[in-house]
Nanobody
Framework: QVQLVESGGGPVQPGGSLRLSCVTSGFTLDLYGYGWFRQVPGKEREGVSCFSSRDSSTYYADSVKGRFTISRDSAKNTVYLQMNSLEPEDTAVYYC????????????????????WGQGTQVTVSS
């Protein structure tokens, strides 16, 4: 059974940092690429960052470039999103997700291209 479990969210002051983790199980992580998305009520799920397994390239939304870093630890079957210099606009529920790498040369940025999702973790940036 495929499972993705996010953690690491919570309240943080502007300018602070958080590291989100996504522990995966039930499959071989190397067969998948992964991404992080976020969503606020009333808005479409937004692609934040993703990792292309084929060429090890990364994508970052313009709003998070230079502040967020995506990474993984294959030995732990875990993907991470390091978030620095957080802003109130980063407040959202954050989700990790997986896509089948065989179908994409580059990681997709649309949420509907991803096959598996975690339950989400709330990040609240406020003073």
């Amino acid at each position: 059974q495929v499972q993705l479990v996010e953690s690491g969210g919570g309240p943080v002051q502007p300018g602070g940092s958080l590291r989100l983790s996504c522990v995966t199980s039930g499959f071989t992580l190397d067969l998948y690429g992964y991404g992080w998305f976020r969503q606020v009520p009333g808005k479409e799920r937004e692609g934040v960052s993703c990792f292309s397994s084929r060429d090890s390239s990364t994508y970052y939304a313009d709003s998070v470039k230079g502040r967020f870093t995506i990474s993984r630890d294959s030995a732990k079957n875990t993907v991470y999103l390091q978030m620095n210099s957080l802003e109130p606009e980063d407040t959202a529920v954050y989700y990790c997700a997986l896509y089948l790498r065989a179908f994409f040369a580059k990681c997709p940025t649309r949420w509907n291209e991803y096959r598996y999702w975690g339950q989400g973790t709330q990040v609240t940036v406020s003073s």
